[in-house]
């Protein structure tokens, strides 16, 4: 028996050796998708310079969808375009986060200069697998309804705990699977 499972595990070995992981193409566009509770995998949108993530039957045409680049400068910043054949209200812009207040921050767009950028984080972001991620220590990611049902404000927290009227949320590379049939 011991005889047999030596050759098993050296072939297992082998085929193991044979598909290494393949390293992140950072030439392909992605879009971001939010997940929380009762947010299942809903885009990121541009509207008026911040980030809003929404259910797209709900959009307006103030809303434009993106999708994400590598910077040519970092990998940790990452560069939106719009993702639409209809008239966009910016070509390229930096996703940021705001550092207006302590407690909620908008997730938002930013010119690639320093001047457009002050206050403002750009140099943050990585990708875990399909999970965003930032470089900062304890960040936390919240939607906020806007008042348009199915349509929210993206934050972002230091604190662990989440703000008044917020739902955390998870922030993925990965749409999700299906469609919702409950509209």
Known sequence: MRSLLLPLFLAFGIVCAANPLKARDTTAP?????????????PVFYKNGVAEIAD????????????????TDSSNTWIASPDSTRSAPFSADVLCLNQDTASANPVSFS?????????????VW?????????????????AKP???EGVYSLLWS???EAMTDTIPLTLRTTAPATVSVLS
Not at 30 to 42: E, Q, R, V
Not at 60 to 71: G, H, I, K, L, N
Not at 111 to 123: A, H, T
């Open 30 to 42: 992605f879009k971001i998708y939010a997940y929380g509770k009762g947010i299942s995998g809903l």
């Open 56 to 71: 797209t039957a709900k959009i307006d045409t103030s809303m434009t969808t993106v999708q994400f680049a590598y910077s």
């Open 111 to 123: 010119g690639s200069s320093d001047v457009q950028r002050s206050n403002k984080l750009s140099n």
């Open 126 to 142: 990585s990708l875990y697998g399909s999970y965003v991620m930032v470089t900062l220590d304890k960040v936390n990611f919240y």
């Open 146 to 148: 806007t008042g348009t």
């Open 158 to 160: 230091t604190s662990a």
